[in-house]
T-cell receptor, first 115, second 109 residues
Framework: NAGVTQTPKFRILKIGQSMTLQCTQD?????MYWYRQDPGMGLKLIYY???????DKGEVPNGYNVSRSTTEDFPLRLELAAPSQTSVYFC??????????????FGEGSRLTVL | GQNIDQPTEMTATEGAIVQINCTYQ??????LFWYQQHAGEAPTFLSY??LDGLEEKGRFSSFLSRSKGYSYLLLKELQMKDSASYLC??????????WGAGTKLIIKP
């Protein structure tokens, strides 16, 4: 099993550009999450999904959008990139009856720089 | 408000024992996680505590006291590969997960 696969690993964007971070999991997990991690701070939840067709905002959703058309895929869209979006982004998935009561499986991370 | 506190950095010696503490103030409680994160890598799951007490998993143990809002991760027989950040996270009553900033553990020979 590949687990959680996210691409790209690195990307440099200019201010105002847009891009999509791809995330795929092959574990048939119901929950999927997008986090960002900034130095000296805890992981911050951007968006999450409890299943195909259902998404919801997390703690820091502004400037981002997501979709979940299939169980496997959960892409994160950045519109009009800003320097404040420079961060490391992690996609994660889990399987449990209720959210955040089971182990999270993380992708390798995507390091994004906005200049 | 929501808050998770853990030391920013700790140093220990190879072969020794280290205890990493985590205190939390959250809106309810539905479990506490510990994750390990090596530099430049993704977090990986270590433990999940819901009930009070100590859970042992090889060289790693995790303890929880819900009444004190306190947990610790105990690492025994430290190895150089244990150099990493250790993240504490709490699931609140609304099932949202709150993360601490992490403790960077430095192992010296």
């Amino acid at each position: 099993n590949a687990g959680v696969t996210q691409t790209p690993k690195f990307r440099i964007l200019k201010i105002g550009q847009s891009m999509t971070l791809q995330c795929t999991q092959d574990m048939n997990h119901n929950y999927m999450y997008w986090y960002r991690q900034d130095p000296g701070m805890g992981l911050k939840l951007i968006y999450y999904s409890v299943g195909a067709g259902i998404t919801d905002k997390g703690e820091v959703p502004n400037g981002y959008n997501v979709s979940r058309s299939t169980t496997e895929d959960f892409p994160l869209r950045l519109e009009l990139a800003a320097p404040s979006q420079t961060s490391v982004y992690f996609c994660a998935s889990s399987y449990s009856e209720t959210m955040n009561t089971g182990e999270l499986f993380f992708g390798e991370g995507s390091r994004l720089t906005v200049l | 408000g929501q808050n998770i506190d853990q030391p920013t950095e700790m140093t220990a010696t190879e072969g020794a024992i280290v205890q990493i503490n985590c205190t939390y103030q959250t809106s309810g409680f539905n479990g506490l996680f510990w994750y390990q994160q090596h530099a430049g890598e993704a977090p990986t799951f270590l433990s999940y505590n819901v009930l009070d007490g100590l859970e042992e998993k090889g060289r790693f143990s995790s303890f929880l006291s819900r009444s004190k809002g306190y947990s610790y991760l105990l690492l025994k027989e430290l190895q150089m590969k244990d150099s990493a950040s250790y993240l504490c996270a709490v699931t609140e009553s609304n099932y949202q997960l709150i993360w601490g900033a992490g403790t960077k553990l430095i192992i010296k020979p």
